[in-house]
């Protein structure tokens, strides 16, 4: 009785957010990411759609000044090219060598011109820098300045189709992650070569990760290799960290 009232509520409150996502996310209201059928997941989708409705779209994260920069732990892969490390990759090792000169970063799916870019193309764009505050979720945190192109270019540079809605982003150590396209234009979202004034170190991601200062720290891909452009939220199926429980969303 008391689980029935609980799955109709829930079933409310889903329709619910679709019709709020129908007002509030044009496009987005059928393309609303599921809640992986779990009731603590749906947490996921109400801070999706509060951070939707409240935040105006390009709300800044908090910027800091130099002296507020911080030791960084590095957490998670720190080298993909290790090969003792279960998720290294041979061709990241091979990237390594040359220290980078051969990696191309692909852009693939809805996009009028698929088009691998090196660094130095990457380089070529008008860059950022930002000094943001590092948010992980197991509860440590960590001010540092990157620098890097900001996403929006790269997607302006490769035409995206009006189909476009998510961004899916692949990694040389397995990872694979996906956001929306507000959090794709948004102004700090950069793929970020340089860290406190420097080339970006292995650990921390070299030759290049994602920011997104919008989310949580696992949302900021290390070791890019791959970026496709698509129209609905890709979880990366069995290779993916959603399924095993991560949010989707972790907007901050
Ligand atoms: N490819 C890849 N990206 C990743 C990770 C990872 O292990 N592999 N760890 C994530 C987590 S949980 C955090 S907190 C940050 C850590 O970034 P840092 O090592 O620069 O501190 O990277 C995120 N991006
Ligand atoms: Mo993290």
């Known amino acids: 009785m008391k ?10 409150l889903i329709t619910g957010l679709a019709s709020v996502g129908g007002i509030f996310l044009p496009g987005c209201s059928k393309k609303l ?18 951070h939707r409705i409240l935040l105006p779209g390009q709300s ?5 000044s130099h002296k507020d920069i911080s030791s960084f732990p590095a957490i998670g892969t720190t080298d993909p090219g290790d090969p003792e490390n279960p998720d290294s990759s041979e061709i990241y ?13 692909s852009i693939e799916g809805l996009v009028a011109k698929p088009e691998p870019f090196s660094l130095a193309d990457l380089k070529r764009i008008p860059s950022r820098t ?3 505050r590092h948010t992980c979720e197991e509860g440590w945190t960590a001010i540092g300045e990157w620098t890097g192109v900001p996403l929006s270019r790269v997607l ?8 476009a809605r998510f961004i899916t982003f692949y990694s040389y150590d397995g990872w694979v992650d996906c956001i929306d396209m507000l959090d794709a234009l948004h102004p700090q979202t950069i ?16 030759p290049v990760r994602l920011r997104v200062e919008t989310q949580l ?23 993916g960290s959603i399924q095993l429980g991560w949010s989707w969303y972790a907007g901050i």
């Open 130 to 132: 930002q000094i943001t």
């Open 60 to 64: 800044l994260a908090k910027e800091y």
């Open 93 to 105: 090792r091979n990237l390594q060598k040359d220290r980078f000169a051969d990696w191309r970063l």
């Open 3 to 12: 689980n029935n009232r609980l799955i109709s509520r829930r079933k409310a």
């Open 217 to 239: 720290g696992y949302k900021s891909m290390k070791y890019l290799e791959r970026i496709v452009v698509e129209d609905k939220f890709n979880d990366g199926g069995e290779i």
């Open 191 to 206: 793929l970020a070569y340089g860290m406190n004034g420097r080339d970006l170190p292995i650990p921390h991601g070299a």
């Open 33 to 50: 990411p599921p809640s992986y059928g779990n009731i603590l997941r749906m947490g996921d989708t109400l801070t999706y759609a509060a």
């Open 156 to 163: 302006d540079a490769v035409g995206i189709l009006p189909t």
